[in-house]
């Protein structure tokens, strides 16, 4: 059994923001790491003992839960949709800042009151946060799960709404969507296995500890 710690970091814009991040604690991926022609996933450090491993955002959570990796950076979105009870998030990074939103055809919008809803279908590839979020509201919501292009799919009728994330809106606005209720507002946090906490518990711990208070200090 290896006491070698991976770090799951996930693709894309995230990555970007969590890179400087782990810098500030020392902790900088091999130069293959930042190489858009290599295939690898997984990375050394300039750390002894510490990896890294580079996998789709929706990913990271469950190579965490399972133990194929000690920690990860992951949105609460992720968190939110599958509930990993084998993980815990004990520092929230401040990073990948962007929320959770219902959005819909802006003409629509217009004239619409998300109250008075008792029945939607919502295009998203979050069905669960989604149908929890209307149940608390007695509205039945039916998902239709994409991985994708999801402002796509009131402009050809496979929905009429979708839930997403947003940034700035403005992939809503070029595509005739119009936000009309936040879910949950998102940030990227630090995720331990559980398990690997007990058997790893002082490595862990103390990266847990640095990466806190890195954190912290950007705050002061």
């Not at 810098?23 to 003992?49: C, H, M, Q, W």
């Not at 890294?52 to 990271?60: E, S």
């Not at 999801?150 to 005739?176: C, F, Q, Y």
């Amino acid at each position: 059994m290896t006491d070698e710690i991976i770090i799951a970091l996930p693709k894309g814009r995230i990555l970007k923001e969590a890179l400087p991040v782990l810098a500030r604690v020392g902790i900088i991926p091999e130069p293959a790491f930042s190489d858009e022609n290599s295939r690898a996933l997984k990375f050394s450090t300039n750390v002894p003992g510490i990896a890294v491993i580079r996998v789709r955002a929706f990913d990271v959570a469950t190579f965490v839960a399972h133990g194929a990796a000690q920690l990860g950076i992951a949105g609460n979105d992720v968190l939110m949709e599958f509930d990993f009870s084998e993980i815990y998030a004990p520092v929230d990074l401040g990073i990948g800042r962007c929320r959770l939103s219902v959005a819909e055809p802006a003409e629509q919008a217009a004239s619409d009151d998300p109250r008075s809803w008792s029945h939607v279908r919502i295009a998203t590839k979050y069905p669960n946060i989604t149908r929890q979020h209307f149940a608390k509201r007695g509205v039945q919501a039916e998902c239709v799960k994409l991985n994708g292009a999801m402002e796509l799919a009131p402009l050809l009728g496979l929905s009429s709404r979708i839930v997403d994330l947003v940034s700035t809106g403005v992939t809503l606005r070029e595509n005739g969507l119009a936000e009309v209720e936040i879910i949950t507002q998102i940030s990227s946090r630090l995720i331990v296995n559980k398990a690997s906490m007990k058997t790893q518990h002082a490595s862990i711990q103390a990266l847990i500890d640095t990466l806190r208070e890195a954190v912290e200090s950007r705050h002061r």
